[in-house]
Every structure is written in C-alpha cells, then in structure tokens.
C-alpha cells in the first residue's frame, strides 16, 4: 500500500514557475513507477509525466515537453513535478500516482492515487 499526498499547487501568472511535490508513504516506494496527471474542469484525467522507480527514465505528454520536469527523491519518498512557463491551458488539478511495474499514460492503469492539488495559471 502506497499513500500519496500532493502539494505545492497555487495561483501564478502566466509564465510562470511552479514545482509540485507528491511526498508517499511506505517503504516501497522506490519501487514504484510514478506519474503526474491533472484535469481540467468537464475534462477527463490527462497524462503529464512518468518516471521510472529508478529516476533514470521519464516520459512526458507533448503538451509539457520541455516546460516541465519530473524527478524523484527515493531517499525522501518524494516525486517532483517542475513546471516552468505555465499557460493558462496548465490550469487543473494535478494528481501524482503510483504503478508497480511501468510507466503508462493510461490513469486507468495506476495503483494508488493521491488527492490532488490545484494549479490555476492566469493570462
């Protein structure tokens, strides 16, 4: 059992910077795969970024490419999610969440889930 708690979310201007974290409980947690989805408002649970339990391989949506960042932390059983030049279209609830094995961008595919946290970039 994984517990996953979001946090850093806020208001910024559009082009701005914001890093979320998503701290997680419980020692297997380095050998989880991690991703970071949001949703907007009436939409459904979009991808962002994944990286692997070892941090050695990420993945991200072509929406963030190059604007956003993921890095994790096993020694403080922490995922981060740097997002830089933000865009009003960033604005949503931003979800970290944990898989066993790979780094799919299929939510549906994760195994625990944390509550989220609200990003609202304004223009």
């Known amino acids: 059992q994984v517990q996953l708690v979001e946090s850093g979310g806020g208001l910024v201007q559009a082009g701005g910077s914001l890093r979320l974290s998503c701290a997680a409980s419980?020692?297997?947690?380095?050998?989880?795969?991690m991703g970071w989805f949001r949703q907007a408002p009436g939409k459904e649970r979009d991808f962002v970024a994944a990286i692997n339990w070892a941090g050695s391989s990420t993945y991200y949506a072509d929406s963030v490419e190059d604007r956003f960042t993921i890095s994790r932390d096993n020694a403080k059983n922490t995922v981060y999610l740097q997002m830089n030049s933000l865009k009003p279209e960033d604005t949503a609830v931003y979800y970290c969440?944990?898989?066993?094995?790979?780094?799919?961008?299929?939510?549906?595919?994760?195994?625990?889930w944390g509550q989220g946290t609200q990003v609202t970039v304004s223009s």
């Open positions: 969440a944990a898989h066993s094995a790979s780094m799919p961008s299929n939510p549906d595919e994760y195994d625990f």
């Open positions: 419980g020692r297997t947690f380095s050998t989880y795969a």
